[in-house]
């Protein structure tokens, strides 16, 4: 009889400028929170960790605070395009979607993928799978992003992205944020899977691809797993996921892999955070940008990472 390992669990809502009040804090602890509950009592019930990561991500889409699935932001012609990916370090296999609309799941399609031939698809293709399936059509549009984005069109798209949490008074802060969600599962087979999902960076070029839907921000072996954040092109630029997961493959500790790579990419001056956890059951995070909505459970109590320092800094559990 196989032995049976105690499961770990981290999620992410994105990394970007400090949340403004407290008020916005504790209601992204809440909400990162209940997740972490939900999620969490399905691995220790034996679901698989890439199951266990679709329904995080399914939930995080669902939560329009942030920026992925329902809540996603416009990019520069008005639209919302949404790209998602999903790793299972069981098979190592990558699925993903990038720039899809009207869904509400894109998490969903980069699961449906995981057992396709053809396992990225983007936006035509993408819409293709979306009608063979009969995917039932969705609008993922709220009033704070559309406000947010006639906002910036009457500033003629000063900023270069959108915020982090859609909320009222976030909206208005004039710091620019980077949002996207993650999740990574060890379940208790010692199985590791990563599932990342983003509307984008916001008010950004038809046809740009996130890195939400590359290995550079979503990957998992047998080894390790890991989930970013933040700005797409720093995230590729460090190809920081697949990065720390090879450290951790070739005998680094994750703590060490993690602070290696995340002093790397805060020496090159990058903007974006990471999520991980090991097959041994090690669970880290790390970040460059000023906050990182990250949460987890260690097995035996729910932390977060919400009122940090700003500035590069890791953590590892
Ligand atoms: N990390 C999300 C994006 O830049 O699209």
């Keep these: 009889m196989t032995t049976q390992v105690q499961p770990k669990l981290i999620i992410h809502g994105g990394a970007g400028s400090s949340l403004q009040g407290k008020g916005g804090v504790e209601k992204v602890r809440q909400l990162l929170h209940q997740i972490v509950e939900e999620v969490y009592t399905m691995l220790l019930a034996g679901a698989s960790a890439k199951s266990a990561v679709v329904r995080g991500c399914q939930l995080l889409e669902d939560e329009s605070r942030f920026n992925a699935g329902t809540g996603s932001v416009l990019q520069s012609d008005g639209q919302i395009r949404m790209s998602a990916s999903?790793?299972?370090?069981?098979?190592?296999?990558?699925?993903?979607?990038?720039?899809?609309?009207?869904?509400?799941?894109?998490?969903?399609?980069?699961?449906?993928?995981?057992?396709?031939?053809?396992?990225?698809?983007?936006?035509?293709?993408?819409?293709?799978?979306?009608?063979?399936?009969?995917?039932?059509?969705?609008?993922?549009?709220?009033?704070?992003?559309?406000?947010?984005?006639?906002?910036?069109?009457?500033?003629?798209?000063?900023?270069?992205?959108?915020?982090?949490?859609?909320?009222?008074?976030?909206?208005?802060?004039?710091?620019?944020?980077?949002?996207?969600?993650?999740?990574?599962?060890?379940?208790?087979?010692?199985?590791?899977?990563?599932?990342?999902?983003?509307?984008?960076?916001?008010?950004?070029?038809?046809?740009?691809?996130?890195?939400?839907?590359?290995?550079?921000?979503n990957y998992a072996t047998s080894h390790a797993g890991v989930s970013c954040t933040g700005i797409g092109e720093d995230i590729i630029d460090e190809c920081l996921a697949p990065r720390i997961v090879i450290r951790v493959s070739d005998g680094m500790s994750l703590k060490e892999a993690m602070e290696k790579s995340l002093r790397e990419a805060g020496e090159s001056k990058r903007d974006l955070g990471a999520i991980a956890l090991d097959s041994k059951g090690a669970i880290a995070w790390g970040k460059t940008s000023d906050v990182l909505l990250a949460a987890f459970h260690d097995g035996s109590k729910i932390g977060d990472t919400l009122e940090l320092p700003g500035g590069t800094l890791t953590g590892c559990i």
Excluded: H
């Design 86 to 217: 999903l790793m299972d370090g069981a098979t190592q296999s990558f699925s993903g979607v990038i720039n899809v609309s009207r869904v509400k799941n894109p998490i969903d399609l980069a699961q449906f993928l995981q057992d396709a031939s053809d396992r990225v698809l983007s936006d035509y293709g993408a819409a293709e799978l979306v009608r063979e399936l009969k995917v039932p059509c969705y609008d993922a549009l709220t009033d704070t992003r559309l406000q947010e984005w006639i906002q910036e069109r009457q500033d003629n798209f000063q900023r270069t992205m959108a915020g982090v949490v859609a909320e009222p008074e976030l909206a208005e802060s004039s710091n620019a944020g980077r949002g996207t969600i993650g999740v990574v599962a060890l379940d208790t087979n010692g199985n590791v899977a990563a599932g990342t999902s983003t509307g984008g960076k916001g008010f950004e070029r038809i046809g740009r691809v996130s890195d939400s839907a590359m290995p550079a921000g």
